[in-house]
């Protein structure tokens, strides 16, 4: 009789199953219930928990709100394409846009500081990927995400795209800075 | 009718083919093997493109390339070998006519025009959308039409598996339940037709947005349906690979299921939870909610884990019970060393178990894990882990059961020999150290599907640690590996079939001997039970894989505990 045989009892279903069997059944089911419990674990007691806020929101709508932002708090820009360095309050809400094949604008935020981070993108989908800390979100048009991010480290990071977009997918990098 | 419904039994294996039934298991297999061929000159493409400073393609090229690598791997030569799978699980393990042989020549057609079709069309180099092509991102149509052919014809294929079993039932080739293996191949049709309803669902839409009928396609929704197409095709190949590994097992070792009743509900359980997982690719999206997140990407509470988990015992432990039983019963292990490891049926499927479970399947849940899915999302760990999966777990599977078809179902010696019994360890140590350099990788944020991480000539540019370089430049050198694993694949079985020696095809005969059930009892001689802790070794390797998955799993909540607070 073998796997590739029908099995040999007719009623194979009352046939009694090895204890070994039954231990690592047990075993296994204990751990499923402990990596389905973590989650809600740390929704309660952890502090890096995806937010579920989002809206429904169109390129130009989402481009106007960064853009008030922008012409508020920037303090100086960067490179040759100008890109202005935003300054926002603590607590505030901040904006960043994914376009081809860029991100705009470039947020300074303070350590131990609390932000409402809106992420958007203008065209395809981006993917926002903070470097070294490796934080990594899914930007998707004519949705707004929200999360409510806290640096807990001072210093220049890079943010990188690593959703496929297109031919100039390699070149969409840039950065935020944590004082 | 005795001409065409002829049936052959194969002298070395006992195995029953139906003459129209065996061409079309031969025809789909072969087409696999050339997809296969395709899929994997664009892998080293790939990956020694991306080897730092090599850059042997330019950015365009890349991206052409990788996403004709990601559908004729993960797509084309999985889905028709698996089709080829699914009429020898039907048809020869129970013994019957193929229903409609007909239907099943239109299907392969449509499945070799619509993978042509889709070929063509991204190698045109309009359709650079990746595998995944995500909208607003647009391909040529004839991008989407190919794969809706393809997909036609896979879901003609499985109604023809479903038709054969009805077809065994009614004309009585066998008696009491189908087989174990012929059960997980049913799970894999299961799945298949769920897969490629999501697939019509999205593809259609996307394909009419693409010639210009419909103006908008939501890209969340997109995400959400493609992925009921992306994620539950793998969980197809998961099906059916564990269904390999059974019947390699009776093959090689004469196994029997340690208890039918605890395997058989592990496949059931894959029916009713494994789909879920299309969950795990949306878990750093907007505006899903958590509840959905956990709920989904757990499989419901992790039953298609445990399913795992429970076949990661039972496959190697029906073997360790066969071996013990053929005298070897020395200590924990006498068993395991005493296997047949020069014979690459059995050497590909103890690596692809190992492979699938240590690296696939612990990488598997951690990046499911809601929260920690933000560690990793779109970073190069994901194809590591299922390089782990897909390519350890189910092509090293079915290039093990090549082995044993190319004899069987063939009729032809394996040719050069001493290189099928390298194989599986060449391709192994290739894939294998590619899945864990990725993965490597990926913890330190490389990004997938990108070009150039160095950035040059970008004026805010980011430099990843020399640790990133160095897993990436390691991984080109496991990739050139594997690549030859691979290609001595190619070169045995091409070979074997076009110029290998011939072999007695055996007596021909105008109806089946049907499988009756005192016939099979008398082989077993006593019935199960036969001692307990018969598998110890093996539950003593499934203890030390749980270790490691616990600690795994751990050290990335601790390791997730120390990033930016996000809520």
Redesign the interface.
Known sequence: MSSILPPAKRIWWKEPVEKLEVWWIVIAFLWALVLFFMMPYWHVFGKQNLSNEAYRISAAQFQQKTQEMVDKYTVRTETELNIPVVQPPAGSDVYLIARLWQWWPILELEKDKTYRLHLSAMDYQHGFSLQPENINLQVVPDYEMVVTITPNKTGSFAIVCNEYCGIGHHQMVSRMYVK | MAMTDSFRIDPRSGLQYHKQAETLIKVNAVAGVVFLLLGGILALLVSLTRVPGLHILD??RF?MVLTAHGLDMLIFWLLFFEVAILYFCSST?LRSRLATPRWAWLAFALMVIGAITTNVAIFQGQS?V?MTS?T??QAHPAFYLGLILFAVGGLIACFIFLGTLVVAKAEKT????????TFGALTAAIIAIFTIASGAIILIPTFLWSIGYIQHI???MY?VIWWGLGHSSQQVNVAAHISVW??V???VF?????????SRTAFLLYILFLQLASAHH?????????EWK?LNT?YF???A??AS??HG??VP??MEVAQRKKGYTRGLYEWLRKAPWSNPVFSSIFLSIIGFGFLGGISG?MMG???LN??????IYVPGHFHATVVIGTTLAFMGLTYFLIPSLFSRDVSFYKIAQWQPYVFSIGMYGLALTLMGAG???V???????G?S??????E??GAAYLMMTLMGVFAVIAFIGGGMYILVTVWSILFGKRLDEGQRQPKPTP?R?PV??A??GH???AG?????GT?TL?LVF?GA??LY?FIN?KY??S?????
């Open positions: 950015a365009e991206y393990l650079s990746m995500y607003p991102m066998y008696e009491g339940s189908v087989p174990l293996v939501d890209p969340l995400r059974y019947a097992g009776a093959i004469g196994a029997k299921p340690m208890s039918e009743k605890v949306l878990l750093s999206d907007p505006g899903l909610s958590s956990i757990s509470m992790y039953f884990v445990l988990m429970l015992l039972t432990g029906a849940v894990t809601e929260q933000m560690l990793i999302h779109n970073t913890t330190l944020g990004p997938r599907r990108h070009w150039d991480i950035f000539g970008m004026p805010l540019p980011y990843f640690p499988l059930l099979a009892e082989i077993e019935g199960g039970g307990l802790l018969e598998a110890r539950f499934a749980l998955f616990v799993y909540w997730l505990g990033v930016w607070g996000i809520n």
